[in-house]
C-alpha cells in the first residue's frame, strides 16, 4: 500500500503520493548536479564550489567565473533540462491519451511537421536566416497536429484513430524530409542531420525566456488534468461514467502535449528517444497514476537531456556531440536496466 | 468489421489483388525512364536480342526490379503484420525488433570503418545487423519472469532502435563522407539491384514466408492472450520464437536487398485489415499481395514522377500509400 497524504482544501482535495515526491525531489536534486557539473566543464574549467557559488552570486576567486557562469553556461544547461522536461511531458501525455506505449511526439507527426519544415530552410532556402528556423519548426509542429486532429476528428475523437493517422500525416513529413537529405548540398544536409538530431549547442537567455513560462503554462495545465488523464486510461466509457467531459479533456490535454513538444522541438530540434521513453522509465519509478507520474517523467527527461549534453560536451572534447545523439545513448541502457529489474518484480 | 464478409468473396479479394498486382510488375517493366514500346518490350522476351539496349534494359533491368520490388514489399509487410500480432500494438512493425535500425548501423560502419562500397557487401551487412539487433531485442525482451511479454518487447525494442539510429546518425554527423556515399541507400531504393541479388534473398524470403503462412493460425490465436493461447494448448514460447524468426528472415531480407524501408510494414497490415478482419490465415496473404503492389507502384512512380531523376522508393511509399491509409483511417477506424 502507497502512503499518502491528501490536501483538503475547500472543494479541492489533492491526493500526493509521497513515494513519488520523493523520486521526484531525488530525480531534481540528480539534474542538479547535473547542471553544476555541465556548467562547471568547458574551455575555462571551473571547479563545482565555484559554480555554485558565481551561482548564488556571491564572490569567487575569479571575477570572470560570474560572467561565464551566468551569462555564458547556466542557460544552455538550463535549456537542455527545459526541453528534456517538455518533450518527457508531452510523451507521457500522449502515451496516456493513447492507451498505447510507442504513442510520442516523433511517433504521431508533431516532431516530422518541425523537422520538415526545418529542414526545407536548412537545405532548400539556405538563404533564410537561421534565426527563423525555430519559428517555422514551431509552425511546422502545430500544423501537422492541427491536421491531425481535424482528420481524425468525425463528430468525436477516437485515441486509435489519431495515432494511425498521425503516423499517415508523419510518414509524407518524413518522406519529404528524407528527398531533401537526399539530394541536398553535403554541406546543408549535414547541419540539417545536427538539427534533426536535437542539439542545445549555443543556445542563451534569449531562447531560454519564451520556453519558460510556455512550459510553465501548459506543464502546469497538464498536471492539474492528471486526474482527468488517469480516467481517460480506463476507457472513454469509463470517464464518461466517471462524470469526465471526455472530449473536452482529450483535447486540452492533446493542445497541452502538441504546445509542449512543439516548444522543445523548435528550441532544440527533433530530440528523440526523450519523449518516448522517458514516461516509461518515470513509469518503472512511481507507478502509473498520473500525479506522480507527470512530474517524475518531466523530471527524468530533464535529466537526461542534461546528463546526455554533459556527456557530448565532455566525452569527445574537442569535438563536441549533439545532446539527441546521447539521450538514447544513456538513456537505453538505463532504461533496459529498469526493465530487467522490474520484470523480476512483476 | 470487414468489407469482405464471406469466405467466397475474400477468395476472391485475393485473386482480384493477385491480378492487380500482375498488371503492376507489367506496367513496371513497361514503364522507366527510358522510352520504350509495348513492341519492343514483348520482343524482348520473345526474340531476345543481346546487342539491343532496348531488350538488355528489359531483360537486366526492369524485370529483376520489379522482382525485388515486389518480393521486398510483400517481405515487409508480412513481417509487420507478424510483429503487430505478436506484440499486440497496432504501431508495432519489423522496426520493433531494431531491424532498420540494426542494418543501417551495421552498413553505416561498415562503410566508415571498411570503406566498403557495393551493393552486395551492403546486403551482407544489413542482414548480419538486423540478425543481431533482433536477437538483441528479443533477449532483452524476454528478459525476467514471464519470458517474452508484448509490453517488455515493444519497449526494449523501441529502445534499442533509438540507441542504434543515434549511434548511426553520430556516424553520419562525424563522416560527411559516408553520409555522402550512403544517404541513397538509407532512403531505400531498389534501382540497379540485379538478378543475383535476388537469386541470394529468395531461399530466406520463401522460408520466411512459408514459416508465416504456417504459423498463422498460432498467430491469431496470440492475439487473444498468452493465457487464451496457452489454454487452448499453444506452445506459445516456441510460437512467439518462431513468429519472430519469420520477421527477421522476411524484413531482413528486405532491408538488405533495399535498404531499410519504413511505412510498408506499418501501414499494409492496418489496410489488408479493413478488408480481410482478424484472422491471420487471412491477414498474412492478403498483407504479401498488397504490399507487393504497394511497393511496384512507389518504384513505378519514383522513377515516372520526375523522369529521368528518380526518388528513392522508400519516399515513394509513403508518399503513395499515406493518403490512401489517412482516408481508410479516417472512415474506417471507428473508436
Known amino acids: ?106 511517433i504521431v507527426g508533431i516532431n516530422a511537421g518541425a523537422g520538415l519544415a526545418a529542414v526545407t530552410l536548412i537545405v532548400a532556402l539556405p538563404s533564410v536566416p537561421a534565426a527563423l528556423i525555430p519559428p517555422a519548426a514551431f509552425v511546422g509542429a502545430v500544423a501537422v497536429a492541427a491536421t491531425l486532429y481535424l482528420l481524425a476528428w468525425r463528430g468525436e475523437s477516437s485515441p486509435i484513430r489519431l495515432i494511425l493517422i498521425g503516423v499517415g500525416i508523419g510518414a509524407v513529413a518524413t518522406a519529404l524530409t528524407t528527398i531533401m537529405i537526399t539530394y541536398g548540398e553535403i554541406e546543408q544536409v549535414s547541419q540539417a542531420l545536427v538539427w534533426l538530431t536535437g542539439s542545445v549547442y549555443g543556445r542563451s537567455w534569449e531562447e531560454l525566456w519564451p520556453l519558460l513560462p510556455w512550459l510553465a503554462l501548459f506543464g502546469s495545465l497538464a498536471l492539474l488534468r492528471a486526474r482527468h488523464l488517469n480516467a481517460l486510461t480506463l476507457g472513454d466509457e469509463v470517464a464518461a461514467g466517471l462524470g469526465v467531459g471526455v472530449e473536452r479533456e482529450r483535447g486540452l490535454l492533446l493542445l497541452c502535449s502538441v504546445a509542449l513538444a512543439a516548444a522543445a522541438v523548435a528550441t532544440a530540434g527533433t530530440v528523440g528517444f526523450v519523449g518516448l521513453m522517458a514516461p516509461h522509465i518515470a513509469r518503472r519509478l512511481v507507478g502509473p497514476s498520473h500525479g506522480g507520474l507527470l512530474p517524475a517523467a518531466a523530471a527524468s527527461g530533464g535529466m537526461l537531456v542534461v546528463a546526455a549534453d554533459l556527456v557530448g560536451r565532455v566525452a569527445f572534447s574537442p569535438l563536441e556531440m549533439p545532446c539527441g545523439i546521447i539521450t538514447s545513448a544513456v538513456g537505453a541502457p538505463f532504461f533496459i536496466y529498469l526493465l530487467y529489474r522490474s520484470a523480476d518484480a512483476k | 468489421m470487414r468489407l469482405l464478409r464471406s469466405r467466397a468473396a475474400l477468395l476472391a479479394g485475393l485473386v482480384v489483388l493477385g491480378v492487380v498486382l500482375a498488371v503492376c510488375l507489367l506496367a513496371s517493366v513497361r514503364f522507366g525512364a527510358a522510352r520504350i514500346g509495348t513492341m519492343e518490350v514483348i520482343s524482348a522476351f520473345t526474340d531476345y536480342d543481346r546487342t539491343s539496349e532496348e531488350d538488355l534494359i528489359v531483360r537486366t533491368l526492369r524485370v529483376p526490379r520489379a522482382l525485388i520490388a515486389a518480393l521486398v514489399g510483400a517481405s515487409l509487410a508480412v513481417a509487420g503484420a507478424i510483429m503487430q500480432g505478436l506484440t499486440r500494438n ?29 551493393l552486395s557487401t551492403y546486403a551482407l551487412f544489413a542482414f548480419a545487423g538486423a540478425g543481431v539487433a533482433a536477437a538483441v531485442v528479443y533477449g532483452l525482451g524476454s528478459l525476467g519472469r514471464g519470458g517474452m511479454t508484448p509490453m517488455k518487447l515493444t519497449i526494449a525494442g523501441a529502445a534499442l532502435a533509438a540507441l542504434l539510429t543515434s549511434l548511426t546518425t553520430a556516424i553520419l554527423i562525424i563522416d560527411r563522407q559516408t553520409l555522402e556515399e550512403i544517404r541513397f541507400w538509407l532512403a531505400g531504393s531498389v ?34 492472450g498468452d493465457e487464451v493461447a496457452a489454454g ?49 490465415r487471412w491477414i498474412l496473404p492478403y498483407s504479401a499481395l ?21 526518388l528513392p522508393v522508400g519516399v515513394m511509399t509513403a508518399l503513395v500509400g499515406a493518403p490512401f491509409f489517412v482516408y481508410l483511417a479516417r472512415w474506417r477506424v471507428k473508436r
Not at chain 1, 564550489?49 to 571575477?63: F, M, W
Not at chain 2, 514459416?211 to 493460425?217: D, H, I, K, S, T
Open chain 2, 90 to 118: 497496432p504501431l508495432a512493425d519489423p522496426g520493433i525488433l531494431g531491424i532498420e535500425a540494426g542494418a543501417a548501423l551495421a552498413v553505416v560502419g561498415a562503410v566508415f570503418l571498411l570503406g566498403v562500397s557495393s
Open chain 2, 191 to 224: 534501382a540497379g539491384r540485379d538478378l543475383e541479388l535476388l537469386v541470394q534473398v529468395l531461399p530466406y524470403v520463401s522460408l520466411g514466408l512459408l514459416l508465416a503462412l504456417g504459423l498463422a493460425r498460432q498467430i491469431t490465436t496470440l492475439t487473444l
Open chain 2, 232 to 280: 487452448l494448448g499453444q506452445r506459445t514460447g516456441l510460437v512467439k520464437l518462431l513468429a519472430a524468426l519469420a520477421v527477421v528472415l522476411l524484413a531482413g531480407s528486405a532491408v538488405s536487398v533495399a535498404g531499410p524501408i519504413g511505412f510498408v510494414g506499418l501501414v499494409v497490415p492496418h489496410v489488408v485489415r479493413f478488408f480481410a478482419g482478424v484472422d491471420y
Open chain 1, 1 to 106: 500500500m502507497r502512503r499518502r497524504a491528501v490536501l483538503r482544501r475547500g472543494g479541492l482535495s489533492l491526493p500526493l503520493d509521497l513515494r513519488a515526491a520523493a523520486v521526484v525531489a531525488g530525480l531534481l536534486g540528480a539534474s542538479l548536479v547535473g547542471i553544476v557539473l555541465h556548467v562547471g566543464v568547458g574551455e575555462y574549467p571551473i571547479s563545482p564550489p565555484d559554480v555554485v557559488r558565481a551561482l548564488l552570486g556571491l564572490s569567487t576567486g575569479d571575477e570572470n567565473y560570474y560572467f561565464i557562469v551566468n551569462v555564458l553556461r547556466l542557460p544552455r544547461a538550463l535549456v537542455a533540462f527545459l526541453v528534456g522536461a517538455a518533450l518527457a511531458l508531452s510523451g507521457a501525455i500522449l502515451q496516456g491519451l493513447t492507451r498505447n506505449p510507442l504513442a510520442a511526439p516523433e
Open chain 2, 290 to 310: 498488397a504490399g507487393a503492389v504497394l511497393l511496384v507502384c512507389a518504384d513505378l512512380a519514383a522513377r515516372l514522377v520526375l523522369r529521368p531523376m528518380e
